[in-house]
């Protein structure tokens, strides 16, 4: 009898306690089923008292989804980088969920033209994206959404029954699984029992890189529109899937804030975002704010954060008939910390992220109409917009690469933008396009404002403060030869057929077996992975410093400078088995390789001639670490890692100085202030000793000032001018429209130069985002990337820096000893899109050790 008894009081005890931490969260006029699991059952800890992890998340998410499987389906979309899953919860009311197919369909039909005038949207549901802590280290989105998953499929009554048969909800706890996992593990590890609020203490700290990031430390909310990453990808396949109404996008910002929703700033919207999207935004703002101060929380609209790049996961949706929705909570980091708002304690943030995400789901209910009515005018207003529009389409294809033409192709194909072959081949602003390798965009389609948002260049402003980059026009970023099609070359005659697939680009060796050699055009995309493949099997490769011709596959040829020579007599394995190396690659990554059938060139040097250099199997080490630009960094390893199959070494700074360099002969520095504490001696040594040193951006500064390099740097004229009256109230818009925020350029290139190899026009697309500017050197031949006076293709720039950028080198060669360092100003990495800088930086790592020496010495 007692011993019941003291059961019955631990579980009265027990509940109590239970219910007033969820009560603290959860609004008090709802009942909850009983038979639905609370997130402490499943996780082992109250939503507040510890970070979840990623693990635990899914469990919940998982057992609500088995727990109340009338509400809630669990769709696995994917897996990210370090393999853990991506899960989505569709969550609606039984009935629908019945005919959720039906739904999504007749829903999706809205964006399209053609079939959407008769659909009736008076009873349709409407559908919502809710998307937590894309940035892993802003993390009450993801335990937020511990209790909006459970709030919707627990409640009970006629509001909640109400709400789930009118909308239908994709619900994403977590958009950054790695980065989540990582930063949990980092505040969990350094709680205290007695918490600690102290801001300068280790748990508010995190090591570097931080949580913020994926798996290759890429900011996962600049890549919605790229959408180079794996998360992305499986992302915007349901994001098309069900072409939602509103997606919300839950971050937090710096600890002495509030919190943020959108509206942002309305002079920072992206111009081809119509009024109407900025309008129901402030409509359903106006739920935030009668939600929140319910709660008395403040909060800030119309500040700070704007609606521009559509990279961003708040933007996109704005381009796509949709709403997004950025919020930003100011962020305890770890548990309890010390602000100028007080102690701002984990749980309050997370209450703030909960309370918007019911604010959302009423908004969604009451505008319901209005917004599908919204989406179906969005998408039938293109076709009047796009017919009043100057440019009717664009075609774009290089037949020298034609993998990097099949990564854009299927770019725009994630977006939902219609791709066709080009029907007859043609000309336009003098470059080629053949009907084999290129392909056409006509303007006039549903996505119609997505495409000029990836199409256009712009130079004309409304504002000059930009929260991220002003400009990413994709063809310039991807190095692809392209161009815009007025009303009089544009017509139906050249849209071949509708690109429905993936391409698959068959690799081969064209002349089977050879007793000579072997060529590889270095201009296709993945030819450093097959040549460093080659190499790691212990293949011996030379480089063309001249250009040849000669007969292959049945015709004269022209080959370029950088194409690559496999010379059969020497190498130390038999015909037989070099074949089988050079095919099993060719065939890997789709590439053609060239067999050699008579060693004699028609023009131009001979095989055995010693214009044909040596290539060294690259050995790589970048510096990482605190102070290193984790994204600048990140990229590199990317480029590296995913996409040619190289690996590298990642060296802190204390590594460098004390591990032995001779096993590496290239090293990598990008952008960041790590390297005060760097051995300068050791490195200098290093170089002279034959290394080659990459920089760029900022590192490049570090080199130049630091007497590593002999690069000059251009000295800046301040934009603000001090004999000017000015008011204090505009130093922001003065200060900020100094900023490089990032814009495109265009670089002329010396196609002869190692560093050019591959490049089949003689200039490519940079983008900045420093003020890194460099003076040409004296000798033309170690500026091998330079910019002319105008060199602005896209983008927002000051006076001061139009003028720092005019006729200032973008490469810089210098030797020291019998080593090599070169300077890249820019960044030719950016964001995994930027495939144009991507030739530019594999040759630095393989043939930035040919370059002649004397003539860069002449410096
Ligand atoms: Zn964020």
Redo the contacts with the bound molecule.
């Keep these: 009898m007692r011993k019941i008894f003291s059961a019955i009081a631990f579980f009265i005890f027990w509940q109590t306690c239970f219910a007033q931490e969820l009560s603290y969260y959860l609004p008090d006029s709802v009942q909850y089923n009983p038979a639905i699991p609370k997130p402490k059952e499943i996780i082992y800890h109250n939503v507040g008292e510890w970070h979840v992890t990623h693990d635990r998340l899914v469990n919940y998410m998982q057992a609500l989804a088995k727990a109340a499987p009338d509400r809630i389906k669990l769709e696995n979309i994917g897996f990210t980088y370090e393999g853990r899953p991506q899960i989505l919860l569709i969550i609606t009311s039984p009935k629908n969920h019945q005919n959720l197919e039906q739904i999504r369909q007749q829903h999706v039909q809205l964006t399209d033209p053609s079939k959407s005038a008769s659909l009736n949207t008076d009873a349709m549901p409407i559908v919502l994206y809710i998307g937590h802590s ?2 892993g280290n ?1 993390p009450s989105g993801a335990n937020a959404s511990l209790l909006s998953a459970y709030y919707l499929a627990a409640a009970q009554g006629p509001q909640i029954d109400n709400l789930l048969e009118h909308v239908v909800i994709l619900f994403d706890p977590s958009f950054n699984p790695d980065g989540l996992q990582r930063f949990s593990t980092w505040v969990n590890q350094h709680k205290s029992k007695t918490l600690v609020t102290d801001a300068a203490s280790r748990e508010f700290s995190e090591v570097w890189p931080g949580g913020r990031f994926n798996h290759y430390w890429f900011d996962l ?1 600049r890549d919605w529109l790229p959408a180079q990453h794996v998360e992305s990808q499986n992302r915007l396949k349901w994001f098309h899937l069900w072409k939602p109404n509103i997606l919300t996008d839950h ?2 910002q710096g600890s002495n804030a509030t919190f943020f929703f959108q509206p942002g700033v309305p002079s920072r919207v992206n111009p081809l975002t119509p009024t109407k999207n900025q309008e129901l935004t402030g409509k359903i703002a106006k739920f935030h704010a009668q939600f929140l101060d319910r709660i008395g929380s403040l909060y800030f609209t119309k500040e700070n954060y704007d609606d521009f790049y559509y990279g961003k996961g708040s933007t996109y949706p704005d381009v796509n008939g949709s709403i997004g929705i950025l919020f ?1 909570q100011a962020s305890s980091r770890g548990h309890a910390q010390q602000t100028n708002n007080g102690i701002l304690r984990f749980p309050f943030t997370i209450k703030n992220q909960f309370t918007t995400t019911l604010s959302t789901l009423a908004a969604a209910g009451a505008l319901r109409k209005e917004l599908l009515d919204w989406q179906r005018e969005f998408y039938r207003s293109a076709s009047s917009e796009s017919a009043a529009y100057g440019i009717k389409g664009y075609v774009f294809g290089d037949a020298e690469d034609k993998a990097k033409t099949e990564i854009f192709v299927t770019m725009l194909r994630r977006h939902q933008i219609e791709v066709y072959s080009l029907k007859n081949t043609m000309k336009a602003e003098g470059l080629d396009f053949s009907s084999t390798s290129s392909y056409v965009v006509p303007a006039n389609q549903p996505q119609y404002r997505l495409i000029r948002g990836i199409f256009d260049k712009t130079l004309n402003y409304k504002d000059s403060i930009f929260y991220d980059i002003t400009a990413w026009t994709m063809p310039l970023a991807f190095g692809l030869p392209y161009s815009e099609l007025s009303a009089t070359q544009f017509n139906q005659n050249l849209v071949g057929d509708k690109i429905t697939a993936d391409k698959i680009i068959a690799g081969k060796v064209t002349g089977g077996k050879s007793e000579i050699g072997y060529l590889m055009e270095w201009s296709e995309f993945y030819m450093p992975a097959v040549l460093y493949e080659l190499q790691n099997a212990g293949i011996t490769t030379r480089v063309a410093t001249n250009g040849f011709e000669m007969n292959t596959a049945g015709s004269n040829k022209k080959y370029k400078y950088g194409t690559i020579l496999i010379p059969v007599s020497l190498q130390t394995m038999s015909g037989e088995e070099l074949y089988n190396k050079v095919k099993s690659a060719a065939e890997k990554y789709g590439v053609t390789i060239n067999s050699i059938s008579n060693g004699s060139v028609s023009s131009g040097s001979d095989l055995g001639s010693s214009k044909f250099l040596p290539v060294v199997k690259p050995s790589i080490a970048m510096i990482v670490g605190i102070g290193v630009n984790a994204t600048d960094a990140g990229e590199i390893w990317h480029l590296l890692d995913q996409r040619f199959n190289i690996p590298m070494t990642h060296l802190e700074v204390a590594s460098f100085n004390r591990v032995e360099l001779g096993k590496y002969n290239t090293l990598i520095m990008v952008g960041g202030t790590a390297y005060t504490d760097l051995n300068k001696d050791k490195l200098k040594t290093w170089i002279q000793g034959g290394g080659t040193l990459i920089l760029t951006e900022e590192a490049v500064t570090w080199a130049a000032q630091n007497g590593v390099s002999n690069v000059v740097l251009k000295r800046l004229k301040s934009g603000v001018d001090s004999s000017k009256l000015l008011t204090y109230s505009d130093r922001e818009q003065i200060e900020g429209a100094q900023a490089m925020s990032g814009a495109i350029f265009r670089a002329e290139a010396d196609l002869s130069n190692p560093l050019a190899y591959g490049y089949t026009q003689p200039y490519v697309s940079l983008f900045k985002a420093n003020k890194v500017y460099m003076e040409r050197t004296k000798s033309p031949f170690a500026t091998p990337f330079y910019y002319k006076d105008k060199p602005l293709q896209s983008g927002w720039l000051s006076k001061e820096n139009a003028e720092a950028m005019k006729n200032a080198a973008a490469v810089v060669v210098n030797a020291s000893g019998s080593g090599k360092i070169i300077s890249i100003a820019d960044n030719p990495n950016l964001r995994a899109f930027w495939l144009g800088g991507t030739k530019l930086m594999i040759n630095a790592i393989f043939f930035g050790r040919i370059i002649d020496a004397g003539s860069a010495r002449a410096e």
């Design positions: 894309i940035h802003e909310n971050h937090e930003e």
